[in-house]
């Protein structure tokens, strides 16, 4: 989200996030190579991610409108989607609603849902 580089981004998941306790909560170890796929593979496939959301928000709305936090949910789910066929489609989108849940009201968790439903109808036969 703040265009911090991804090799500076993962350093700082794997030393200080993953795994750690924060604010008093506990951190689940994570599955790290899974974990560096999502932000390595959503960079590098921006473009593709951002034209397959783009393709599907209300005629008006393009993602430059769509709050910073929103646009990260959106296309590491949309990477997912595209990049992981391992994962199911339900999975990956109940996960992404979850995390829109943390930061959002229903009604955003609600989009996450729609949108990222409508992309799985095109990327996954």
């Known amino acids: 989200m703040e265009d911090t580089a991804v090799t500076v981004l993962l350093h700082e998941f794997h030393q200080h996030r993953l795994g750690a306790t924060i604010e008093d909560a506990q951190y689940a170890e994570p599955e790290v190579d899974f974990f560096d796929d999502l932000v390595k593979g959503t960079v590098a496939r921006q473009p593709e991610i951002d ?31 595209i990049a992981r066929p391992d994962v199911a489609v ?25 949108l990222l439903d409508a992309i799985s109808k095109e990327v996954r036969t």
């Open 51 to 81: 034209a397959a959301i783009a393709a599907k928000l209300a005629s008006g709305w393009n993602l430059d409108r769509l709050d910073k936090s929103m646009r990260a949910i959106l296309r590491v789910g949309t990477y997912e989607l």
């Open 90 to 114: 339900g999975t990956v989108i109940s996960e992404y609603v979850d995390v829109a849940k943390a930061f959002f009201d229903k009604r955003e968790s609600g989009f996450v849902n729609g």
